[in-house]
């Protein structure tokens, strides 16, 4: 099983569309952000939980779910990339592979030296990217595939039907 740790205001701050949303509503940039990596782990198939420092939302700890992707805001005292460091200790085991999505250096090397695989806001991005090309691909091509009735009709007798929904025989 792959695990994907996302250090969430990192990525919101390294993503152009997502940097720009969080500066009119912090909020609406992480609910992008949910709902992308909604879409990544529909598509990848990896277990997805974004991690999100608390001194930007008061309160104690919290853990849900939004999408099947795992959310979780840490300790007020506690910052994502602890949090990131406890979960990537936690989930590591022989069937799981874990990676993290954060630019934060110190980070990525702390995580790497704990036998996880590093993934950069950039990478992800760029990953993301070509995931959203591939889903609008394939709903296009599913699109084109459907009939436009659900009974397949000649021309002839769709015409005929027609008519008949118009009232003209």
């Known amino acids: 099983m792959d695990v994907l740790l996302v250090d969430g205001y990192n ?3 390294a993503w152009p569309d ?3 949303l969080k500066i ?3 909020s609406a940039a992480r609910d992008a952000l949910i709902q992308k990596m909604a879409e990544y782990q529909a598509y990848s198939g ?3 939980i974004i991690v999100f420092d608390a001194h930007l939302v008061k309160g104690i700890e919290k853990k849900n779910k939004n999408h099947k992707v795992e959310i979780v805001f840490t300790r007020e005292s ?3 990339d602890e949090r990131i460091e406890k979960l990537a200790k936690e989930l590591k085991n022989v069937k799981t592979q874990i990676h993290v999505a954060t630019s934060d250096f110190t980070e990525q090397w702390v995580i790497f030296g704990q036998g996880a ?3 950069s ?3 992800l991005y760029n990953e993301m990217s070509a995931v959203e090309k591939r889903i609008q691909s394939k709903v296009k091509t599913e699109h084109e595939k459907k009939p436009s009735s659900r009974i397949q009709l000649s021309e002839e007798l769709a ?3 027609e008519k008949w929904r118009r009232g003209d025989r």
């Open 117 to 119: 695989l590093r993934k």
């Open 18 to 20: 997502l940097r720009e």
């Open 121 to 123: 806001a950039r990478e």
């Open 24 to 26: 009119k509503d912090l």
């Open 78 to 80: 506690e910052t994502a």
């Open 159 to 161: 015409e005929i039907f």
């Open 46 to 48: 990896y277990r997805v």
């Open 11 to 13: 990525i919101i701050g």
